[in-house]
């Protein structure tokens, strides 16, 4: 573990000093810089994997807190003036222009938007972003005499008894209720600061800073909205249509939100793995039989304890594949409580994994920081590849029910997506609002894509924070759009997958192996895929889903 800036400033100062005098010296300085920066954030990443498994452990905190307030500060002035040596360089004009344009492109986008004055407001960020994961972390509550998380008391919300479900939905909800005021004052908080560094960055708002800070050279913020438009027309009646099929399934006059995971009576939940071990086993096997390497990656994984699988108190909330730009093996963090929905995000986090793996050859650590928009195909495709394998998690009887489960989640997660996304454009397009305000936004966007079959009533008082869920607004603001491209760009790698299994998985590692070194209407061309999310191409897809859940799922 890094200790302190004393330690690293001669590295930095040797970059900055060096001399370039010829294009094999550029070369070398840009293999120096990688790895130095490679080191430095997998130390960086480490200190948030160990403090997201252990909130309460205040040591690990105050390591987190130390790298981003003392440490990472100190790095971004050089960081600049290394970009700034690197554009300016008469040998860079020599580099491979192919292999190099996007990442050049992100550097001349760095150099512009830097300023000295938010370096210590983006460090202020990056600690108070992780307050979100602490105060959620401790969310319990007490179901059958027993005190559950959060993430653990959702397997009630699948027991055939309604009374059970009722019973367990509404302890979440008034557990949620008690922080709410917390998680709203330091919604606002993030939001003052954030619209602080837009403003010091020469923008009006943070919303059109951070698309230039994410590289979204590719698509605009009206795209977005067309999405949102698409998503409300061709999207909801098909989501419709899935909750009026479950109100006729478990034969009930109204269906209730504790009702939408629910079977009937009589019917056990799916229960894919009993523990962590077994879910990690059955991966792996599941990964062989799609291709070997890909077992082989979740296997090396497992042999360097790369894995931290199952809910518990005191753990933050979510799931993810921490990439490990030095070692090359990355992380991958779940709150896993013996559900269906745990085994999505194991394959989806195991998608993320072989990305990184196929990624990690490249030589520079910036080719490897691949788009969101390509991430989340590799992980979307892999919970839709898998599903031909399933029959190592579940009897034939209940592989059916799994299936359409994955295919209804495939079609009923867009409007959660345009949800969250329409959310954050109006937050930090008005961010003095009052909170009022923003409970009123809220409701009237999720009013907006919420499914009419769903009786909400007598639940007024917990809707207007639904949104205080989301992690993704606390610590990565923004990103959310990308789960909607690229569940489109999956949708067109499985519609390849069934008419040509091994192409489809070429396709799928060819594009992947990029990195970050394409464009990503280029990286979607090399998966064979077209970079669009117009209606049309929307409106296809969910016709060609909703066709393969009645045909493969009835």
Not at 261 to 277: C, H, I, S, V
Request: net charge negative.
């Amino acid at each position: 573990m890094l200790t302190d800036w004393k330690g690293l400033e001669p590295w930095y100062l040797d970059l900055e000093q060096r001399k370039l005098d010829s294009r094999e010296a550029l070369e070398k300085w840009l293999r120096d810089m990688s790895e130095l920066e490679a080191v430095i954030n997998e130390d960086a990443s480490w200190r948030q994997i160990r403090m997201t498994c252990d909130t309460e452990n205040k040591a690990l905190e105050d390591a987190f807190t130390y790298f981003f307030m003392e440490i990472q500060p100190k790095i971004q002035p050089f960081a600049d003036r290394l970009n700034r040596k690197l554009v300016e360089c008469p040998y860079t004009s020599e580099l491979d222009q192919y292999q190099y344009f996007t990442y050049l492109r992100s550097v001349r986008k760095r150099i512009e938007l830097f300023q000295e004055e938010n370096i210590p407001l983006q460090a202020e960020l990056s600690v108070l972003a992780q307050q979100y994961g602490q105060i959620a972390g401790k969310m319990t509550v007490t179901l059958d005499g027993k005190e559950f998380t959060l993430q653990q008391a959702a397997k009630f919300l699948e027991n055939p008894q309604r009374n059970v479900r009722e019973d367990a939905y509404m302890k979440i909800q008034e557990r949620r209720m008690q922080d709410k005021e917390t998680l709203d004052n330091l919604y606002s908080e993030l939001i003052k600061r954030r619209h602080q560094v837009a403003l010091n960055a020469g923008f009006t708002n943070y919303r059109d800073y951070k698309f230039e800070e994410l590289g979204r050279f590719d698509y605009t913020k009206e795209d977005c909205f067309r999405f949102h438009d698409a998503v409300r027309e061709y999207v909801l009646p098909l989501v419709n249509r899935i909750n009026e099929a479950k109100k006729k399934k478990l034969g009930v006059d109204t269906l209730r939100p504790w009702d939408t995971e629910a079977e009937p009576a009589g019917t056990e939940p799916l229960r894919p793995f009993k523990d962590a071990g077994e879910l990690i086993t059955k991966t792996i096997d599941c990964f062989d039989e799609l291709k070997p390497f890909f077992g082989d990656c979740l296997r090396t994984m497992k042999s360097m304890g790369r894995f931290d699988l199952e809910s518990r108190k005191g753990k933050a909330p979510g799931g993810y594949n921490c990439p490990l730009a030095e070692t090359g093996a990355p992380f991958i963090f779940m709150n896993a409580a013996g559900q269906m929905g745990d085994l999505t995000t194991m394959v989806h986090e195991g998608g993320h994994a072989i990305h990184s793996f196929l990624a990690h050859p490249l030589e520079l650590s910036a080719f490897k920081e691949y788009p969101m928009e390509i991430a989340e195909v590799a992980s979307m495709s892999m919970e839709l590849f898998s599903m031909d394998h399933w029959d190592l998690f579940f009897t034939k009887n209940d592989l059916a029910r799994a299936r359409r489960h994955q295919l209804e989640r495939v079609i009923t997660i867009f409007p959660w997506i345009a949800t969250i996304d329409k959310f954050q454009h109006w937050v930090y397009e008005n961010p003095n609002h009052t909170l009022e305000e923003r409970r009123e936004k809220w409701m009237e966007i999720l009013q907006e894509f919420s499914s009419q079959v769903i009786d909400w009533q007598g639940l007024e008082q917990y809707r207007p924070y639904g949104w205080q869920r989301q992690l993704h607004l606390y610590e990565v603001p923004f990103y959310y759009i990308e789960y909607g491209i690229a569940q489109l760009g999956a949708i067109g790698l499985w519609k390849q997958y069934k008419e040509n299994k091994e192409k489809a998985l070429n396709n799928y590692m060819a594009a992947l192996s990029l990195g970050g070194t394409r464009t990503l209407p280029e990286l979607y061309d090399a998966a064979e895929l077209g970079f669009n999310f117009s209606k049309e191409h929307i409106k296809q897809l969910m016709e060609f889903v909703s066709t393969e859940l009645e045909k493969n799922c009835s």
